[in-house]
């Protein structure tokens, strides 16, 4: 927990970036009845009847210093998919960056063999040169700012709308990520590891106490 809280309060820095990622999924639905459309004092209303088309899996990747996210939309959340996009990430959105610290938490496929199972070994070692991991304890996702930014893209974005394909949603998320990016809106994180220390002391484990030793005289 104290080393999530640290990189939160680092210095930044363009050529080592702070990268939060978490994962969701969502439902791809089409409407079996058309919307009524909207009408003076009277809201668009979506019958509760819907066909399903699979499900859609979503990478959420976000800097909360520079306030820039982007999820990636695809069919599966494998380890080669994961992988894929932890490439995107290192050579399309930061080219430039020597090593990126990436938060993330303790799914079987955010670790360093996927990289391995997806690449060739030369470039799964490139790749990995080039990242920190820094993973939230167990049950405690909530410290990872990336889950709070997919609740926001829930809210903004995705709400209650349908889509009935893939290409549809990714297309909604990359014009809500356009827009906050445009707006740089970040995350002010303020709960420090000294008041960790403090209102999770319940966390930390208890000292042993010290004995002390026998004199002999």
Excluded at 31 to 39: G, I, K, Q, W
Excluded at 68 to 74: L, T
Excluded at 152 to 179: D, H, I, P
């Amino acid at each position: 927990m104290e080393e999530v809280l640290d990189v939160y309060h680092a210095f930044y820095d363009a050529k080592h970036p702070l990268i939060c990622m978490d994962e969701a999924s969502r439902q791809l639905l089409s409407d079996v009845f058309d919307p009524l459309p909207l009408r003076p004092g009277r809201p668009r209303r979506i019958d509760d009847k819907y066909d399903r088309h699979g499900t859609g899996s979503l990478f959420m990747f976000y800097d909360p210093i520079r306030g820039w996210r982007r999820v990636g939309c695809r069919d599966s959340r494998t380890a080669c998919d994961w992988a894929e996009e932890v490439r995107h990430l290192l050579e399309v959105d930061y080219p430039e960056a020597e090593v990126v610290t990436l938060v993330c938490d303790n799914l079987n496929t955010h670790t360093v063999s996927s990289l391995y199972k997806a690449f060739d070994a030369e470039t799964a070692g490139r790749l990995r040169r080039r990242l920190r991991w820094v993973h939230t304890p167990v049950n405690g996702s909530w410290l990872n700012v990336a889950e709070m930014e997919l609740s926001v893209m829930s809210r903004q974005c995705l709400g209650q709308r349908r889509f009935e394909t893939l290409a549809k949603m990714s297309s909604a998320l990359t014009a809500w990520s356009e827009s906050r990016n445009a707006a740089k809106a970040g995350t002010s994180w303020r709960f420090t590891t000294a008041e960790a220390r403090v209102k999770l002391k319940a966390l930390y484990p208890i000292p042993e106490p010290r004995t002390q030793p026998d004199i002999q005289r």
